[in-house]
């Protein structure tokens, strides 16, 4: 019989190689041993996410944030769970949460701006946008800093 941690490193192989399917199966595998496994969760909603499978990503978030409920990263994706749902203004809240929980990750930016966006709130979508690609950039030039690579703006 498989560990608990095989299980856990073969659902992440089949969810890279986008086996949504059995990556699914095996997070969920994990889940019965450990039904309080963040990452596990995290990564099944992530699957389920990626399969369109917007109800069950929303249930698994929900959990994650129960379970960790300052990570801007779960309430960003439950944010776009539920844009998937078509539910702006619960997309809006937990996105609006993720900026605060973290400023600096533009994923949440990216999202809410879309949400905006769906919500005809053109100006605050363009400002968000806005936002997300300078954090973008400044992560980017900051990573190419700490490899050794001088980045000079042109």
């Known amino acids: 019989m498989e560990t608990t941690e095989e299980l856990l490193l073969s659902a992440k192989e089949a969810l890279v190689k986008k086996n949504l399917v059995k990556s699914i199966e095996l997070f969920s595998k994990v889940l019965e041993r450990e039904p309080d ?13 990626s399969n369109k499978e917007f109800q069950p990503a929303l249930h698994d978030f929900t ?5 960790k409920p300052d990570s801007a990263k779960l309430y960003c994706s439950r944010g776009n769970a539920w844009l998937g749902l078509k539910q702006n203004e619960s997309a809006l809240n ?3 949460k993720a900026v605060e929980l973290d400023p600096h990750y533009p994923t949440a930016y990216f999202s809410r701006s879309e949400v905006l966006e769906r919500m005809d709130e053109k100006e605050q979508a363009d400002l968000d946008r806005e ?5 973008q950039k400044q992560i980017s030039q900051a990573y190419l ?3 050794g690579i001088e980045f000079q703006e042109i």
């Open 37 to 49: 496994n963040l990452v596990a969760l995290i990564s099944r909603g992530t699957a389920y996410f």
């Open 63 to 67: 959990k994650g944030i129960d379970l």
């Open 94 to 96: 937990d996105l609006n």
């Open 131 to 135: 936002t997300a690609e300078r954090l």
């Open 145 to 147: 800093v700490s490899q």
